[in-house]
Every structure is written in C-alpha cells, then in structure tokens.
C-alpha cells in the first residue's frame, strides 16, 4: 500500500493536472517498487491532493499571499510499506515524482520550493481490510519482480 499525498496552495494544479498526476505519481513510486511497470499494482496506491490558501502556507517566512505570483511551494509526501527501500531506490522514487510534477505543470524541471518526503512504515505497522497488511504476502502476486521479491525478502530478513 502506498499513498502519496499533494499539498499545494489553493488553484496550483487544475483539474487535467490532477488527473495526470494521478497516473504518473503512482507509476514514479510503483515502478521503483515492484521493478516494473505493473498495472495490476495500481489498486494498492492512493494520491491525495490537499489544497491549502496562500495565507496557510509560507516559504522563506513569508507567507504565500505575501509573496506575489509567482511564489510557489507544494510538498509532496510518499507514505510507503516496509520493502526494498536502499538509498537509490528512494533517490530513483524522489527525482521520479519531481519529475512528475515539472511534466504536469508544463515546466523544464522542478521548482526548488517543491519537496519530497519519503517515509518507510515499518513492518506490521499497516493495516486495512479489519488486519495487519505486510509487503510479505504480496510477493508472490506476480506484480513484482523476481529481483525485486527477493530484495523485499532480504531487506526485511525472510
């Protein structure tokens, strides 16, 4: 399971930037996740998109509605269950989502107010459905890899 959460001031993204991002931020932390494109996978994954007006978000202490047009500030958060999560799989997912991001909103790369958190939820510690959820029993879903299974398994010692 995985959500991915937007938060950007008020009127940011439109409505058809939304709907791309809906797509092209899941497949920035699914691909990475389970080592390929797996459409099969996309039901585990949520985008939230939380709008805040200028005046409830800062940057550079100043407030948005002080700060003219062009200010801009979105922080995005990647909430993901335990797995493979080496450094240069978080490096592919971040510089992946802010990528995202750039195509979508029509610009040659990232603003650099725009930033990723990315947050591993141990195992056992996710739940749904009325239980505990693990990575574990989605292995052998076929949605990931052989590579990718085994690096699960390794990471998290079974």
Same mark, same amino acid.
């Given at each position: #399971?995985?959500?991915?959460?937007?938060?950007?001031?008020?009127?940011?993204?439109?409505?058809?930037?939304?709907?791309?991002?809906?797509?092209? %931020?899941?497949?920035?932390?699914?691909? =990475?996740? /389970?080592?390929?494109?797996? =459409?099969?996978?996309?039901?585990?994954?949520? /985008?939230?998109?939380?709008?805040?007006? =200028?005046? #409830? #978000?800062?940057?550079?202490?100043?407030?948005?509605?002080?700060?003219? =047009?062009?200010?801009?500030? #979105?922080?995005?958060? /990647?909430?993901?269950?335990?797995?493979?999560?080496?450094?240069?799989?978080?490096?592919?997912?971040?510089?992946?989502?802010?990528?995202?991001?750039?195509?979508?909103?029509? %610009?040659?790369?990232?603003?650099?107010?725009?930033?990723?958190?990315?947050?591993?939820?141990?195992?056992?510690?996710?739940?749904?459905?009325?239980? $505990?959820?693990? $990575?574990?029993?989605?292995?052998?879903?076929? /949605?990931?890899?052989?590579?990718?299974?085994?690096?699960?398994?390794?990471?998290?010692?079974?």
């Amino acid at each position: #399971m995985t959500v991915i959460t937007v938060n950007s001031p008020k009127g940011r993204l439109g409505l058809e930037q939304r709907r791309t991002l809906a797509g092209t %931020l899941t497949d920035a932390v699914l691909v =990475p996740e /389970v080592g390929q494109f797996a =459409p099969a996978a996309r039901v585990g994954f949520q /985008v939230h998109f939380t709008e805040r007006e =200028p005046d #409830m #978000m800062a940057i550079g202490g100043r407030l948005l509605a002080d700060a003219g =047009p062009d200010a801009d500030a #979105m922080v995005i958060d /990647v909430t993901v269950m335990d797995g493979d999560w080496r450094r240069d799989v978080r490096t592919e997912v971040i510089e992946r989502v802010l990528a995202a991001l750039a195509d979508a909103c029509d %610009l040659p790369e990232p603003s650099p107010a725009w930033w990723v958190t990315f947050r591993v939820i141990d195992e056992g510690s996710w739940g749904s459905r009325g239980t $505990v959820l693990s $990575v574990l029993s989605l292995l052998d879903t076929g /949605v990931f890899t052989e590579e990718k299974a085994d690096a699960v398994r390794t990471a998290l010692g079974a």
